[in-house]
T-cell receptor, first 115, second 109 residues
Framework: NAGVTQTPKFQVLKTGQSMTLQCAQD?????MYWYRQDPGMGLRLIYY???????DKGEVPNGYNVSRLNKREFSLRLESAAPSQTSVYFC??????????????FGSGTRLTVV | DQQVKQNSPSLSVQEGRISILNCDYT??????FLWYKKYPAEGPTFLIS?????DKNEDGRFTVFLNKSAKHLSLHIVPSQPGDSAVYFC????????FGAGTRLTVKP
């Protein structure tokens, strides 16, 4: 099915471990985003990529890095996981090159627990 | 600093009645507002939006109202159906997009 695919769906890490969350879209969208969702906080933007080859920080970038590997793929890396990074992570994409919310397609999320 | 606030964590309504979900914002520079719907174990899906130059946008059973002077928007669902039970996120954009914390709507048969 067309859309945004995130892997893995669930992950448990020990403090200090590293991992990469993968995201791929097959809709030929230009812009891709990583959000985290925490109880009582809504969705907060971590990093985004307005177009292939560019990445920018969002609202809560500390502790994360990203790579826009090609137009389809946008990965999020935790170099040294901390319990504060326990969250549900969502990847999203849109055809537009600006941060307009119109037409965002979200993946189903990755539930990450850091112990 | 939450620029978009949904002060009601939950709302329960009877099937067939109106559901009204509220959202307040603080940044007068927001130029676009929207609502997303989220089911458990799924990502949010876009529901309806409104530009800051309008005060109402309607799409079937869903209507969004914007009151810029009060920095308030609301989503009306009429009539409510059990399948509408989900978490609803309000969002607003200027240079980037800010989400509210969400309101869990339960529609009882």
């Amino acid at each position: 099915n067309a859309g945004v695919t995130q892997t893995p769906k669930f992950q448990v890490l020990k403090t200090g471990q590293s991992m990469t969350l993968q995201c791929a879209q097959d809709m030929n969208h230009n812009s891709m985003y990583w959000y985290r969702q925490d109880p009582g906080m809504g969705l907060r933007l971590i990093y985004y990529s307005a177009s292939e080859g560019t990445t920018d920080k969002g609202e809560v970038p500390n502790g994360y890095n990203v790579s826009r590997l090609n137009k389809r793929e946008f990965s999020l890396r935790l170099e040294s996981a901390a319990p504060s990074q326990t969250s549900v992570y969502f990847c999203a994409s849109t055809i537009q090159t600006t941060l307009s919310p119109i037409g965002y397609t979200f993946g189903s999320g990755t539930r990450l627990t850091v112990v | 600093d939450q620029q978009v606030k949904q002060n009601s964590p939950s709302l329960s309504v009877q099937e067939g009645r109106i559901s009204i979900l509220n959202c307040d914002y603080t940044n007068s520079m927001f130029d676009y507002f929207l609502w997303y719907k989220k089911y458990p174990a799924e990502g949010p899906t876009f529901l309806i939006s409104i530009s800051s130059i309008k005060d109402k946008n309607e799409d079937g059973r869903f209507t969004v109202f914007l009151n810029k002077s009060a920095k308030h928007l609301s989503l009306h669902i009429v009539p409510s159906q059990p399948g509408d039970s989900a978490v609803y996120f309000c969002a607003a954009s200027e240079d980037d997009m800010r989400f509210g914390a969400g309101t869990r709507l339960t529609v009882k048969p």
